[in-house]
C-alpha cells in the first residue's frame, strides 16, 4: 500500500532570493560599463573587429523585419565572424537537462538593446544567439550571461539617451 509523501515539497514555499534594489542597480550599471571595455568583450569569446565600444547604431534598425536583412546590417558592421562563431556553438545537452525538456543550448550572441520594438525583435528571433530587448527591461542577465559580464551589445542612439535618463545610471 502507498500513502502520501512523508514530506513533499510544498508549492507556498518561497525558493528565490531577494536582491536589493541598489545592489541590483549597481550590478546592473557595472555589467552596462562592461559592454564598452573591449578587452571584457573579447574575453567573453566574442569575435570583434571593431575597436571602439560601445556600439552605437541608428534608430533605423528598430525597424528591420526580416532576418535577412538584419543578417546583411550585422555583417555590414563587421559582425559576420561572430554570427559564424555562434551559429556552430549549438549543443545537445545530457542528463537531466534533456530528461526535463532543455535538449540544446546554443552560444551566446550580440545583444541589441532598442527604445521602441518595431520588428527588429521578430527578425532577430531566426539568428541564433542573437537577442533584442527594450532598454527599459535590460538586466544584468541579458548584459552578463552566465554571471560574466562583457556582451557584445549594440545600442540605438535613442536607447543610450534614454539609458543616460534612467534613474539611477551614474549616481
Same mark, same amino acid.
Given at each position: ?6 514530506? &513533499? ?44 565600444? &560601445?556600439?552605437?547604431? $541608428? ?11 538584419? *543578417? ?72 552578463? &550571461?552566465?554571471?560574466? &559580464? ?8 535613442? $536607447?543610450?539617451? $534614454? ?5 539611477? *545610471?551614474?549616481?
Amino acid at each position: 500500500m502507498k500513502g502520501r509523501l512523508p514530506h &513533499p515539497p510544498r508549492s507556498e514555499k518561497v525558493i528565490h532570493l531577494g536582491v536589493n534594489r541598489k545592489e541590483k542597480r549597481l550590478a546592473t550599471d557595472s555589467a552596462i560599463a562592461y559592454t564598452a571595455n573591449l578587452e571584457a568583450v573579447k574575453a567573453r569569446g566574442h569575435k570583434v573587429t571593431k575597436p571602439s565600444l &560601445p556600439m552605437v547604431v $541608428a534608430d533605423d534598425i528598430e525597424t528591420i523585419e526580416k532576418t535577412s536583412e538584419l *543578417v546583411s546590417f550585422l555583417e555590414k558592421v563587421n559582425l559576420k565572424a561572430e554570427l559564424e562563431r555562434v551559429e556552430g556553438r549549438t549543443k545537445r545537452n545530457s542528463g537531466k537537462r534533456r530528461l526535463r525538456g532543455r535538449v540544446y543550448r546554443g552560444g551566446i550572441g550580440p545583444l541589441i538593446v532598442v527604445t521602441n520594438d518595431r520588428g527588429v525583435g521578430k527578425a532577430a528571433g531566426g539568428i541564433p544567439g542573437v537577442k533584442v530587448t527594450r532598454v527599459e527591461d535590460v538586466g544584468v542577465l541579458d548584459l552578463a &550571461p552566465g554571471g560574466v &559580464p562583457g556582451r557584445l551589445t549594440i545600442w540605438t542612439e535613442s $536607447a543610450l539617451s $534614454a539609458l543616460e535618463t534612467r534613474k539611477g *545610471v551614474g549616481s
